[in-house]
């Protein structure tokens, strides 16, 4: 069975930092482009941030350019997204996904809350 | 960035009956590779996204075949046969032909 399981969101203050994690199990991690999604409470959904599978390849939607890095260990099967200087419009559920090419998306988290407030 | 536009937003449908929803591009989303990288996803109450097409007309395993995917360069459509209370949900368009992949707003689908 193929899971995706997120952690490490939470409530942050406008301007601080946090790191999400993602546990992979039941694919080849390894071989997989790897994708972070965010939906805002009651909003669509908005691609963030993409890496290949040796993480020699990285994409970011403008939005959060500068500001969040994606990286991955593939000894751990995990994927990561680090968030500094963050914004009240960061606030949203960021799901962990399987990319299977160009946008195909085919395993999603169950995601993680991020709650920028004061 | 591509601009990805569904219509309508909000379909109200009787259990039984078809439902169709439109997703427009700005951009053509033929790849220069020959594909065209359009998904469709569903995402029911307090779940995920689940996806239910790829490149325009694949169905998922797992998805019924009351579900098809049609159209090409900028016009795109997810069909729904025969509705049932199990597709209530929001479902989305999106492409992956051109950086950064980009989502429609979405189409709430309800049961009249």
């Known amino acids: 069975e193929v899971q995706l399981v997120e952690s490490g969101g939470g409530l942050v203050q406008p301007g601080g930092s946090l790191r999400i994690s993602c546990a992979v199990s039941?694919?080849?991690?390894?071989?997989?482009?790897m994708s972070w999604v965010r939906q805002a409470p009651e909003k669509g959904l908005e691609w963030v941030a993409n890496?290949?599978?040796?993480?020699?390849?990285?994409a970011y939607v403008d939005s959060v350019k500068g500001r969040f890095t994606i990286s991955r260990d593939n000894a751990k099967n995990s994927l990561y997204l680090q968030m500094n200087n963050l914004r009240a419009e960061d606030t949203a559920v960021y799901y962990c996904?399987?990319?299977?090419?160009?946008?195909?998306?085919?395993?999603w988290g169950q995601g993680t809350l991020v709650t920028v407030s004061s | 960035d591509v601009v990805m536009t569904q219509s309508p937003l909000s379909l109200p449908v009787t259990l039984g009956q078809p439902a169709s929803i439109s997703c427009r591009s700005s951009?053509?989303?033929?790849?220069?590779?020959?594909?065209?990288?359009l998904s469709w996803f569903q995402q029911r109450p307090g779940q995920s996204p689940r996806r239910l097409i790829y490149?325009?007309?694949n169905r998922d395993s797992g998805v019924p075949d009351r579900f098809s995917g049609s159209g090409s360069g900028t016009d795109f459509t997810l069909k729904i046969t025969r509705v049932e209370a199990e597709d209530v949900g929001i479902y989305y368009c999106?492409?992956?032909?051109?950086?950064?992949?980009?989502f429609g707003q979405g189409t709430k689908l309800e049961i009249k």
């Open positions: 996904a399987r990319d299977a090419g160009w946008g195909a998306i085919d395993y």
């Open positions: 039941g694919l080849t991690f390894g071989s997989s482009w």
């Open positions: 890496m290949n599978q040796d993480g020699s390849t990285l």
């Open positions: 951009q053509s989303l033929v790849h220069s590779d020959g594909n065209t990288y």
């Open positions: 490149k325009v007309s």
């Open positions: 999106m492409q992956g032909t051109h950086w950064p992949y980009t």
